[in-house]
C-alpha cells in the first residue's frame, strides 16, 4: 500500500491522477448514446476525450493547491479563482483537441471536488474523508464571486456547447451579460442558483451534489461490490442516474417531456435488471440505438458528467482498476 500523499506537489498530483482517471474510466465504459472506444459521434471521438484528461491535468493541480492554501489559511474561500481555473482548463482542452466541448460540464464539476480534496487532505492526510470533503466542497462552491461567474461566461464561449437556450437574465449567449453580472456582483453561485432547475450541473453545486454522492456514489459502490465489474458498475449506475434524473442535456436539446421518456426507458430497463439479465441487455442495446441520432441531439451527455464526478469520489476514496 502507497503512503498517503504529504507535501503539497504530492497531494496536489495525487488528486489530478485521480479526477483524470476518472474521466477516462468514464469514456472507456460503453453506455447508452455516449460516446466511448467503439463509438463516436460526427465530429467527436473517443481520442478527443482522451486528449482532453491530459489537457485538463494542469488545472487540477492548480485547483487542488488552492484547496492547500485554503486549509493553510493563505486565502479566503472567495480568493480561490474557481472560474478562472475552470476557463484555464478548457483553454487547455480545447488547444489540445479539435472535437469541440468534450468537459464542460465534467470540469464545473471536478474543480471544485479537486480544490475540497486538497483542502480534505491538507487537513488530514490519511485516506480521504468523503463527509469532510462534501463540507468542502459546499464551502468553495458557495463562496464564489462575480469574477468567476464572468469567467465561467468566458469558458462557455470557449467550449460552445450544444443546447443552451436564450434566459430572460444573464443569458449566457449575450455579450453584455457579463457587464450586468459585474455591475450587479452577482456570484457564480448567483448564477447556478438561476439555472439550478433546468440544469443538473448547477443543481449539483446549488444543493451540494446530491445525485453524486446520494445516488452516483452509493450505486456504484454497490455494483462493484456484487460484480467487481467495473464498467458493468458504471452502465448500472449510469441507468439509475439516468432513470431518477432526466438529462437536462436532452431536455435543453429536445424538451423537458423527451428527457422524461429516455429516463422512462432507463427505469424499465433497470426493472429488467439491466446487465444483469439478457431481457435488460436486449434493451440497453434498443436505447442505445434509440439515443444515437445523427445530430447527437439524444446524448445523455450531463449524465456522463455526472459519471465521471462519482467515478472522482471512488477513486479519491481509494479505488484502483
Known amino acids: 500500500m502507497p503512503q498517503a500523499p504529504t507535501t503539497q506537489t504530492e497531494i496536489t498530483e495525487h488528486i489530478a491522477a485521480c479526477l483524470q482517471l476518472a474521466i477516462l ?14 463509438a463516436n459521434f460526427h465530429k467527436t471521438n473517443y481520442e478527443h476525450f482522451l486528449a482532453s484528461a491530459v489537457a485538463i491535468a494542469p488545472s487540477l493541480k492548480i485547483a ?6 485554503l486549509a493553510e489559511e493563505k486565502i479566503r474561500p472567495n480568493q480561490t479563482g474557481i472560474g478562472n481555473i475552470i476557463k484555464n482548463a478548457t483553454k487547455r ?14 470540469t464545473i464539476l471536478l474543480t471544485p471536488i479537486a480544490t475540497a480534496a486538497g483542502k480534505t487532505l491538507k487537513q488530514n492526510n490519511e485516506k480521504l474523508d468523503l463527509k469532510k470533503l462534501r463540507k468542502n466542497i459546499r464551502i ?14 468566458e469558458a462557455i464561449e470557449i467550449a460552445k456547447p450544444g443546447g443552451l437556450n436564450k434566459t430572460t437574465r444573464f443569458d449566457a449567449t449575450n455579450p453584455l451579460s457579463k457587464k450586468e ?31 453524486t454522492f446520494n445516488i452516483g456514489y452509493e ?8 460484480k467487481n465489474n467495473l464498467n458493468h458498475a458504471i452502465i448500472q449506475t449510469f441507468l439509475k ?9 436532452i431536455a435543453r436539446k429536445n424538451g423537458i417531456e423527451k428527457a422524461k421518456q429516455i429516463s422512462q426507458q432507463a427505469k424499465h430497463i433497470l426493472k429488467l435488471g439491466g ?5 435488460g441487455k436486449k434493451a440497453i442495446t434498443k436505447l442505445d440505438h434509440t439515443l444515437r441520432d445523427k445530430k447527437n441531439k439524444l446524448n445523455p451527455g450531463t449524465t456522463a458528467d455526472l459519471i465521471t464526478a462519482t467515478l472522482a469520489l471512488h477513486i479519491l476514496k481509494g479505488y484502483r482498476p
Open 64 to 69: 487542488a493547491a488552492k484547496g492547500i492554501q
Open 275 to 279: 446487465l444483469n439479465t439478457k431481457q
Open 241 to 249: 442516474i439516468l432513470a431518477q434524473t432526466p438529462d437536462t442535456l
Open 219 to 226: 450505486t456504484l459502490r454497490k455494483e462493484l461490490k456484487a
Open 93 to 106: 482542452i480545447n488547444h489540445w483537441q479539435h472535437g469541440g466541448n468534450t468537459l464542460l460540464g465534467t
Open 181 to 211: 453580472i459585474l455591475k450587479t456582483h452577482t456570484t457564480l453561485y448567483d448564477i447556478f442558483k438561476i439555472s439550478a432547475k433546468y440544469d443538473s450541473i448547477a443543481n449539483e453545486w446549488i444543493n451540494n451534489y446530491p445525485i
Open 140 to 153: 468553495i462552491t458557495t463562496n464564489t464571486t462575480s469574477e468567476d461567474a464572468v469567467a465561467v461566461y
Open 25 to 38: 474510466l468514464e469514456v472507456n465504459a460503453p453506455k447508452p448514446g455516449n460516446i466511448h472506444k467503439n
